[in-house]
């Protein structure tokens, strides 16, 4: 049986705990404070690159896209966010979450609930969807199925708006639906793939981007 995120998925939300907790609430930059775009170095191929050029575009994120990445033991490809500070965020999941956070969006959710359930769908993805091969009929079936379930009542996987979890699990999945035929399997799966197509109009084309040189480090003095 393969999991599926639920309230048990739900986790701390240290952003907004600490601010509350000092009598205040967390806020994201403005658009003016994050005038300098981030710098991601990642596989414009990697459907995580997909997933975090299009959570940027979708909060109005400056991004900068650079070849390189890192790579885990194993050999899957690891992006790598470089924040204004120098600060580096790694893997897929994490970035995203920073890239959801850096403007008043709720790509990342609107509550603590949600923020939860978002996390859990995220790893859910990471763990089932991403390490699956997709080429296989039963094992893309079991994730739609899956997925079918959980859409038969609900618009988007968490909350009534697109967030995180909707982009990567779209992400994820759009070059196995859209090879196996998204009209054919609109007949079994009708749910999935209204939310899928919902998905792939807001999120709009992931096709591989241009990408700039990797900045130089500045001269000593």
């Not at 979450?97 to 993805?125: H, K, Y």
């Not at 982009?167 to 009209?183: F, H, I, P, T």
Request: charge should be positive; include cysteine.
């Amino acid at each position: 049986a393969r999991w599926v995120p639920g309230l048990s998925a739900l986790v701390s939300a240290p952003r907004r705990c600490a601010s509350a907790a000092a009598g205040e609430f967390w806020r994201p930059p403005t658009r003016r404070a994050m005038a300098a775009a981030l710098e991601l170095a990642a596989d414009p191929a990697a459907p995580a690159t997909a997933k975090v050029l299009a959570a940027a575009k979708l909060a109005g994120v400056p991004l900068r896209l650079v070849s390189g990445g890192e790579r885990t033991p194993c050999g899957l490809h690891v992006p790598v966010l470089t924040l204004p500070s120098g600060l580096k965020v790694r893997h897929a999941n994490a970035v995203l979450r920073r890239v959801g956070l850096s403007m008043e969006s709720e790509l990342a959710g609107s509550s603590f609930v949600e923020e939860g359930q978002i996390d859990g769908w995220l790893e859910w993805v990471s763990l089932e969807v991403d390490h699956a091969e997709l080429s296989d009929p039963a094992e893309l079936a079991a994730i739609l199925e899956a997925l079918e379930s959980h859409l038969k009542t609900r618009t988007f996987l968490v909350g009534q708006r697109l967030t995180l979890a909707d982009v990567s699990a779209a992400c994820s999945l759009r070059q196995a639906l859209e090879k196996a035929g998204l009209d054919t399997l609109r007949a079994k799966y009708p749910n999935t793939i209204r939310w899928a197509r919902t998905c792939f109009h807001h999120i709009g084309d992931t096709s591989a981007p241009k990408v700039a040189a990797p900045a130089k480090p500045a001269a000593a003095p």
